[in-house]
């Protein structure tokens, strides 16, 4: 069960990106908090409780847009000006790459996927910094992540759709109008994130409806909130 809570408010955005073992509990998931105003991060537990924060000035954030808690418990953020993954512990980064991303994720291959929604294009890049895959875009990506099938599930914010394609950038598989903005059972308005679920299901945070859909292969909402 993979667990992706966004929550906006004018000063703050938090994210919590986990992955659930079978026995875990919801409960025991960690928030990850960005500070936008006070460029900083930290992390909660279910009790409001914190249990780490980063805000350094040898290395200081530069309006932090996405961060995700790793399965090695490193974090990963992705800042108007780099993407790099720090260990926790010792706040030491071990992986970086500069440009203005959107959002990134670390693979299970360990390697990055790196969402550049100004230049259109999605990359792949090993811990060399080496480009294995790219994908230039016809609209700009938000968010994108492996499926196991090596394909790549990518959400078009703006585009206001959401696809599955595949390593050549063939679309497979698409919820959403393109470019059409809507509510109801066939659209989607500003969708940020996506993530495929083990029934094959796709579930979307619909921002810009303040929902979340899960959708069908069929292309059917089974389920919102």
């Known amino acids: 069960l993979i667990s992706s809570i966004?929550?906006?408010?004018?000063?703050?955005?938090?994210?919590?990106?986990?992955?659930?073992?079978?026995?875990?509990?919801?409960?025991?998931?960690?928030?990850?908090?960005?500070?936008?105003?006070?460029?900083?991060?930290?992390?909660?537990?279910r009790q409001a409780e914190i249990l780490w924060s980063y805000k350094e000035k040898n290395n200081p954030l530069f309006m932090p847009i996405y961060v995700e808690l790793t399965p090695d418990k490193t974090l990963l953020v992705t800042d108007s000006s780099r993407v790099?993954?720090?260990?926790?512990?010792?706040?030491k980064i071990i992986w970086e790459r500069?440009?203005?991303?959107?959002?990134?994720?670390k693979l299970k291959n360990g390697n990055i996927l790196i969402c550049y929604e100004n230049d259109s294009r999605i990359l792949e890049v090993n811990r060399k910094?080496?480009?294995?895959?790219k994908c230039d875009c016809d609209k700009p990506p938000f968010h994108a992540t492996k499926l196991g099938n090596n394909n790549t599930l990518v959400t078009y914010s703006t585009g206001h759709i959401v696809r599955e394609i595949n390593p050549t950038g063939k679309v497979l598989w698409s919820f959403g109008k393109l470019e059409i903005e809507?509510?109801?059972e066939q659209h989607l308005s500003y969708p940020e994130y996506a993530i495929r679920l083990r029934t094959g299901n796709t579930l979307i945070t619909d921002t810009g409806n303040s929902r979340i859909v899960e959708v069908s292969l069929k292309g059917e909402i089974v389920w919102s909130y």
Request: net charge negative; no cysteine.
């Open 84 to 91: 790099f993954e720090m260990e926790m512990k010792s706040k």
């Open 182 to 184: 809507g509510d109801d």
């Open 98 to 105: 500069s440009g203005e991303a959107k959002s990134a994720v």
């Open 6 to 45: 966004i929550a906006e408010s004018s000063k703050k955005e938090v994210i919590a990106y986990a992955v659930l073992s079978e026995n875990a509990q919801i409960t025991s998931l960690p928030v990850v908090s960005i500070d936008k105003v006070e460029q900083q991060i930290f992390i909660f537990n």
């Open 129 to 133: 910094n080496q480009v294995v895959w």
